[in-house]
């Protein structure tokens, strides 16, 4: 058996830090301790990958860059020796995360329609990422229709997309959909809303359930059939506390259940990892995506970074055990302020610009996610774990490569011995208080 740890433990000063293990045979007296790892492979949970948010405050820190910069930057986030990334999350129009606010249209006719904004800071990006990573796959999600088109005309403070133009609303997404299309930029998944329920101070806009599947499966999937686009519609995309009666609730407004591929949701509200078992148990084909999760400036009054870095590795493993087909990230980066935004909702990313904004800096998030994604493949599928206590958090995968991906997670202020147990094998090994450690094991 041939064994890769790879460990961040920030008061070692260890960041993904790789050596080589050994594993010995296992033997019947040794009772204590023990994590196991069961070659039962859990049904339906297929993982598709990691990945993060290329929205313009990104591509406006990337673009500060230089091109040897860049290339490393791109190297860290999509190769399989960084972060292994495998899906990007794109906004369709402005969001917060923008220099300003802006939408693709202003005319009643769309006969003004173009996407040349994106150019700028967007597209160049997703190009670069796509040398790297040529299956690159995407998910995309509008923070508002066009101000034209809502009730209160405007992009920001919610507001609700007015019946008479849900047809034409249908067109102008499908007009983005095209025309990143023709640029080689395939979009996989669409979500009719980002954050449905919330009203902002930023680009936002409001539905129920009803509404958003009336829109859904009556303008919005006929007009992607209409111009034969195969992307698939994910709904809700909002907080996870209400994932269920959500799920439930579109399911009960559509007359065709095939439309809906997934759900996304968002972390900001709590844990509630028995909300993406309670919607795998009732619609166990249904995929489950982690679209959006940060560290908000505006809510964080610590700067403890190592607990930045806990709240990401517990998120990631509870929703792993708990149903998640695939994981992503909001901004891949900032400036070192953590924008730009217009609204000055500042947030934290994994890479930020150092003040010079020649460099960027990697935070301790991005080691606490890279844990995950470097030993966690596309097609992995999870397999049954116990342990000795609940202070060590355990996640276990088996790649299509046959080789079985470990996670560790101890958010304790205690160290924490253990005897890693996996095919009549053992690992002994003792986890520091508040480190992660990862294993990649070849049988």
């Keep these: ?5 790879f460990e961040t433990n920030q008061k070692r000063d260890l960041f993904m830090h790789q050596t080589k293990e050994s594993a010995s045979k296992y033997k019947d007296n040794i009772e204590y301790s023990v994590l196991n790892v069961e070659f039962m ?3 339906d949970s297929e993982f598709l990958g990691f990945g993060g948010a290329i929205t ?6 990337y673009s500060k860059l230089s091109p040897e910069n860049k290339r490393q930057f791109i190297q860290d986030y999509f190769s399989l020796e960084g972060s292994n990334y495998e899906i ?3 906004p369709i129009g402005s969001t917060d995360f923008s220099l300003d606010s802006y939408s693709y249209s202003y005319k ?11 150019y700028q800071y967007i597209i160049p990006l997703i190009k670069d990422i796509q040398e790297v990573k040529p299956n690159i796959k995407f998910i995309c999600a ?3 229709p066009p101000k034209f088109m809502k009730s209160n005309k405007l992009l920001i403070l919610g507001g609700k997309l007015l019946k008479k133009y849900y047809s034409l609303y249908a067109q102008y997404i499908c007009k983005y959909l095209l025309a990143y299309k023709e640029e080689g930029i395939n979009i996989d998944f669409i979500c009719a809303q980002n954050e449905p329920q919330a009203i902002q101070i930023w680009e936002s806009c409001i539905y129920d359930s009803e509404q958003e599947m009336d829109f859904v499966e009556n303008y919005l999937v006929p007009e992607l059939h209409k111009n034969n686009l195969e992307t698939k519609v994910m709904i809700y995309d909002h907080n996870k506390e209400k994932l269920l009666s959500k799920v439930n609730q579109a399911f009960a407004y559509v007359k065709d259940s095939s439309i809906i591929k997934g759900a996304a949701y968002h972390f900001y509200t709590g ?10 148990a009732k619609y166990p084909n249904l995929l489950l995506f982690h679209t959006e999760g940060c560290v908000e400036y505006s809510n964080t009054k610590t700067k403890n970074y190592i607990s930045h870095g806990e709240k990401y590795g517990h998120d990631i493993l509870g929703d792993l055990k708990h149903g998640c087909n695939g994981y992503i990230d909001w901004n891949i980066l900032l400036d070192s302020k953590g924008g730009p935004n217009h609204k000055l909702n500042y947030c934290e990313s994994p890479i930020m610009l150092c003040e ?6 990697k935070n301790i998030t991005y080691y606490y996610i890279t844990q995950f994604s470097r030993v966690i493949l596309p097609g992995a599928r999870r397999l049954y774990t116990s342990s000795y206590n609940d202070k060590i958090e355990m996640l276990a995968y088996r790649n299509p490569n046959n080789t079985i991906g470990v996670v560790l997670l101890n958010r304790d202020d205690s160290n924490h011995a253990y005897n890693l147990h996996i095919d009549n094998k053992i690992i002994q090994d003792n986890l520091d208080s508040h480190a992660i450690v990862s294993y990649i094991i070849e049988e």
Excluded at 271 to 280: N, R
Excluded at 356 to 361: A, M, N, T
């Design 1 to 5: 058996m041939k064994v890769t740890k």
């Design 56 to 61: 313009e405050a990104a591509g406006v820190a």
């Design 108 to 118: 009643k006719d769309l006969s003004d329609f173009s996407i040349s904004r994106d």
């Design 88 to 90: 990007c999350r794109i």
């Design 271 to 280: 844990d509630h990892f028995e909300q993406l078992e309670m919607v795998k």
């Design 41 to 43: 492979e859990k049904p």
């Design 356 to 361: 010079d904004e020649k460099q960027y800096v």
């Design 142 to 144: 509008p923070w508002s």
